[in-house]
């Protein structure tokens, strides 16, 4: 036999060996991919049926909002709120749930909760479903891989949501994309979301490439190139997961001009996506006359810079208390002195994790020398939030690529003259010029901070009241009005299918 006709010989019981091999894989592929469909037309099937029965007895459509941390007295809480509110006014004969993770308290705690931080009173009651698996979505969980394990953990979440109650709108408030498909497809529901800010972006993926140390990017990640890499790789599929779960979304609405590019580059729905500014409680502050500080320097003993954001390590509270103390140091060869100025630091907690932030915060002014001029108030009503912003000389912001800032709206509005971080909403559409001059001023590290704080203090009380005047006049944009008129429109496409 020839060498020719030898290697023809082997490449021929080659080729029957792997046709063997492959036969029976291709063949349980396809047995297990028709397993896999009829379950998900039987789960389905059942879904709906139980959809019918409520309708049958409820005798009327029902929509849902995902929110698992609805009691947590944030920005995101006041959208929801506002939402549902708006909605109740309009749509009269439809039922309203809200899916919550929140235990030990009740349904008329959460609703006073709401009307106690935010001011906003419902027309008529929610129904709240409980979920007893919130921690599947906990970032402490989850010490690696965070995006992906808390990502996944919304699947097991949202089934949880989807088989206690089976809405006919679903509404995603608070950013939990991955529920879009589980709803949509195994609830056979119509989905919408309201995206405060995307799960990941390109500029995290930039901090990532440039090994730049931020909260999300630890310091033996960044020294080192391989896990740098890694992680980049990791983010880039996580991406495009990401991408085709926002996807399924039938109505997109965003809540800035930087989150409205984000998710145009991930989730490609140009068509099915509208910016719609959150809604900000601006009146209550605009109905309070903007006094003359030239009246009320001669006694005025203590300026305050006061922060209205919750305690999230994103923030950043550390950057607040470290450019305040530099501030301090150069006081100290002035009049007045450190007494001249203090730091109000005002914010929700939301569970341990973020008590336990606080503690050390605390601990780090103690360590800077600061705790005698800077003060924590945790959780507190929106009279007392709005007497400590109407009192205060600046406001104070240090996010990096806030996705919008409802606290900066707030801080303008009620007369501060706001110092924020420049990136994200505050640069893009909150703090920008109007009618020919600045509303605000922007930093982004510890000494540009300081420095323009020293800045805002050293004006003149004319100069500082003439940016004040213009900032309230910018923020008439984010009412709790034009949100709702901008909402309604946006979802009155998915609230039009309903079947009444």
Known sequence: MSGHDHLSFCLCDLIRLLWSLLLPCFCLCLVLTGLLFLLIVGVRAWLQSNRKARRAHDRRPAVAFFHPYCNAGGGGERVLWCAIRALQNRYQDVDFVVYTGDQGVTDEQILNGARRRFNIRLPRPVRFIFLKHRLLVEASLYPHFTLLGQSIGSLFLGWEALTAFTPDLYIDSMGYAFTLPVFRYLGGCRVGSYVHYPTISTDMLSVVRERNPRFNNADYITSNPVLSALKVVYYCAFALLYGLAGSCSDVVMVNSTWTLGHILALWRAPNRTSVVYPPCDVQAFLDIPLEDEEEQDAGKKCHSVVSVAQFRPEKDHQLQIRAFRKLLNGKEAK?????????????????????????????????????????????????????????????????????????????????????????????????????????????????????????????TPSARLDIRRRARQSVTRFSDHEFEASFLAAVEPLMGTLER
């Open 335 to 459: 009049p007045g002195g450190r007494e001249s100025v203090k730091l109000v630091l005002i914010g929700g907690c939301r569970n341990q994790e973020d008590e336990d932030r606080v503690l050390m915060l605390r601990g780090l002014c103690q360590e800077l020398g600061v705790g005698d001029r800077v003060e924590f108030k945790l959780n507190i009503p929106f009279e007392e939030l709005k007497k400590e912003l109407v009192e205060a000389t600046i406001g104070l912001h240090t996010m990096w690529n806030e996705h919008f800032g409802i606290g900066v709206v707030e801080c303008m509005a009620a007369g501060t003259v706001i110092l924020a971080h420049k990136s994200g909403g505050p640069k893009l559409d909150i703090v920008v010029p109007h009618d020919g001059g600045p509303t605000g001023f922007l930093a982004d590290d510890e000494d540009s901070y300081a420095e323009a704080m020293e800045r805002i203090l050293s004006l």
